[in-house]
């Protein structure tokens, strides 16, 4: 199948061949042909999957169809509630990208900057509202934006959402919508909170589902380190001159760990950039631009500044703390290994974050293998070394006759296994 086939207006189609998609993704395939029936949608899919697209195709169409009958100012017809400014900016992207030959306006809304410059472009008149909750609700409450008129509403990473606490924002958010309107909603999980507010917002949906979320976990190369906590950062140094990469996301838990890993990094002569919501808004644009242009190569982020970040070559990512969330954990690496990629994951476990990893390997149906032999490798973990299955789904292509030294994990069986060395290449894209 190819775009051709799926009855998207000719602007549309030229904005997409100038983009180079040839093939529509599996979302954007199943979800286009529902949503230009005008059907309501609940889309299981993560970021990385295209379904930016798969909603803002079938948007611009239905917006650039209608206008031709519409006259006077431009209302707001359309808005999507997305969690972080980086993903708000980038689905605003795709919107100016995709729409470039449509006559639809679309502008981007967010906290953490002053409003004029928003309200002002908001006072023009804009066909497509992408809102962060905080900012719009804010906004609404001026009375400089009038949610009336809205057709078609999107809520994006519903998930995530709900874990940043936006459920209040969201519940006055759909109060003031108009109840006749297309309604999609977007998570990648799908757990019963998730459903149940699904079922406020869709009428009777169409369902699709989109790799589910453990399924990253296969293609990613994973390893575990056991590591005390102080030592963590000679760890990341010595991984990241003995191998150097181009590009590295490193997930630390805080804001000020963030912080405190670039300036101890800095002190072994590696320069990175840390992005997180102390930082102001420009600062992390430039950081997440100078990222992506491949002049810096290693960012340190927090969960929720990472949230949006679209890189699509990342070599690497580690995990310097893990995360208490084990969905969180799929997420972070779910950064590289993006479309048919093959990434690498690496992850820094503490002694007081055993359970976290307990709970990763349980959601993921893996036992991560574990590093062995780098030179900080945690006292207790040395005395502890049993021959360990490894996930049944993930193929290594290592020789049968060696054994992974392994501590401490659940499911612990005698299958021998190959021995996870650190080698000199650990985390080298093939
Ligand atoms: P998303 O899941 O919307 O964040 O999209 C992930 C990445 O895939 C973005 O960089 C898009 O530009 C890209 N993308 C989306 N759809 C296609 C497609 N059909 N062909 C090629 N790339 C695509």
Redesign the pocket.
């Known amino acids: 199948m190819n775009f051709n086939d799926l009855n998207i207006i000719p602007p549309v189609l030229k904005a997409l061949q100038e ?7 599996p979302i ?1 395939e199943q979800s286009i042909p529902i949503l230009l029936r005008g059907k309501d949608l609940l889309g299981c899919a993560q ?7 798969a909603f803002a195709i079938p948007i611009l169409q239905h917006l650039h169809l209608g206008k031709q009958n519409s006259k006077g100012p431009r209302k707001i017809k359309s808005l999507i509630v997305t969690p972080t400014r980086e993903l708000a900016i ?1 689905i605003a992207q ?1 919107f100016d990208c995709y729409g470039k030959y449509t006559d639809i306006k679309n502008t981007v809304i967010f906290g953490g900057v002053k409003q004029g410059a928003q309200v002002q472009i908001l006072r023009k008149g804009v066909d497509v509202l992408i809102a962060t909750p905080g900012r719009l609700l804010d906004l609404m409450n001026q009375g400089i934006i009038s949610l009336k008129d809205i057709q078609y509403f999107v809520l994006d990473e519903a998930d995530r959402m709900l874990d940043m606490g936006f459920i209040h924002d969201i519940r006055k958010v759909l109060a003031k919508l108009p109840s006749k309107r297309q309604s999609l909603f977007f998570s990648a999980t799908m757990a019963p909170t998730i459903i149940e507010l699904s079922r406020k917002i869709l009428g009777n949906p169409e369902k699709v589902m989109i790799k589910p979320e453990q399924t990253t976990a296969e293609k990613v190369e994973q390893s575990v380190f056991y590591v005390n906590k102080p030592e963590k950062t000679k760890l990341l140094v010595h991984l990241l001159k003995t191998d150097p990469v181009d590009s590295v996301l490193i997930f630390s838990r805080t804001k000020h760990g963030a912080d405190r890993i670039v300036r101890l990094l800095g002190r072994s002569g590696i320069q990175a950039d840390a992005i997180h919501g102390n930082k102001s808004q420009g600062a992390r644009q430039r950081a997440l631009k100078n990222f992506k242009s491949g002049r810096s190569g290693i960012l340190v982020a927090t969960d929720i500044a990472a949230r949006g970040i ?1 890189i ?1 070559e990342l070599s690497l990512v580690v995990n310097y703390d893990l995360p208490n969330l084990p969905e969180t954990y799929v997420h972070r690496i779910g950064r590289t290994g ?2 048919n990629a093959s990434g690498m994951a690496l992850s820094f476990c503490s002694e007081e974050e055993r359970a976290y990893l307990k709970d990763i390997q349980k959601l993921i149906h893996q036992n991560i293998p574990v590093v062995s032999d780098h030179p900080f490798m945690s006292a207790s973990e040395k005395n502890v070394s049993m021959v360990v299955s490894t996930s049944p789904k993930k193929k290594h292509k290592r020789s049968k006759s060696q054994t992974v030294k392994v501590a401490d994990n659940a499911n612990c069986t005698s299958i021998p296994k190959p021995e996870k060395k650190f080698s000199r290449k650990p985390y080298q894209r093939k």
């Open positions: 983009q180079g998609y040839t093939q529509p993704s954007q970021t990385g999957t295209g379904k930016t697209a980038q795709s679209d699509e993006r479309a």
